[in-house]
């Protein structure tokens, strides 16, 4: 498959690393946050979500932390793996079926 | 199980031309989305069908765009008299119902050049 976006913010770890992807959200009035995982000629997929109620949700090797004051959203993914190399994408939502997705950032993992 | 399908994966068309892109979501799934990415861009929103309820077209950028769900699965989506800059991957995504608590499925997209 082709990429997905050529001038994407690029993020290059070592294997075994830890890596950690920002995004900042434009919606003081979002609610729900969701980050994406896209690699090469394939659609998006979830990987893990949080609520503005929260301020860190874990899943299996990846923390997603929420900063409503300064509307940040980080992706923590710990022990990077070759497989992780992929655009990353964050997205919000104010409730309701609309979803805004930033631009995203590439990972590159290195053996 | 199957997952949301799009096709053609790649369409090449000449400056004016009419296409065609077809998504069929999984099964069961009522909700649908469609959704523009251009190179270095995010998702940008298109279309939303939820069962049998009018589309929501905000996010179609011209009337040249259009868009169609038959039977409540298959969708259509139509640019005519198409232009260079339509040239982008084009996602479709289904989910069991509307509203954020359901996960979005994603097609691998259709990318399209116009030339």
């Known amino acids: 498959g082709e990429s997905v976006g050529l001038h994407l913010p690029t993020l290059s770890v070592q294997e075994g690393d830890n890596s950690i992807i920002n995004c900042a959200y434009s919606n003081s009035a979002s609610d729900y946050f969701i980050w994406y995982k896209q690699e090469s000629g394939k659609g998006p997929q979830f990987i893990i979500d949080?609520?503005?109620?929260?301020d860190k949700r874990q899943g299996q090797r990846v923390t997603v932390l929420l900063n409503k004051t300064v509307k940040h959203l980080s992706l923590q993914i710990a022990a990077t793996q070759p497989g992780d190399s992929a655009v990353y994408f964050c997205a919000e939502n104010t409730g309701g079926f609309k979803t805004i997705f930033g631009a995203g950032t590439r990972l590159f993992v290195k053996a | 199980g199957a997952g949301v399908s799009q096709s053609p994966s790649n369409k090449v068309t000449e400056k004016g031309k009419d296409v065609e892109l077809r998504c069929d979501p999984i099964s069961g799934h009522t909700a649908l989305y469609w959704y523009r990415q251009s190179l270095g861009q995010g998702l940008e929103f298109l279309i939303y069908?939820?069962?049998?309820?009018?589309?929501?077209k905000s996010g179609l950028p011209s009337d040249r765009f259009s868009a169609e769900r038959t039977g409540g699965s298959v969708s259509t989506l139509t640019i005519q008299r198409t232009q260079q800059e339509d040239s982008a991957v084009y996602l479709c995504?289904?989910?069991?119902?509307?509203?954020?608590?359901?996960?979005?499925?994603f097609g691998p997209g259709t990318r399209l050049t116009v030339t």
């Open positions: 949080i609520r503005s109620n929260m």
């Open positions: 069908f939820q069962g049998n309820s009018a589309p929501d």
């Open positions: 995504a289904s989910s069991l119902g509307p509203g954020m608590q359901y996960e979005q499925y």
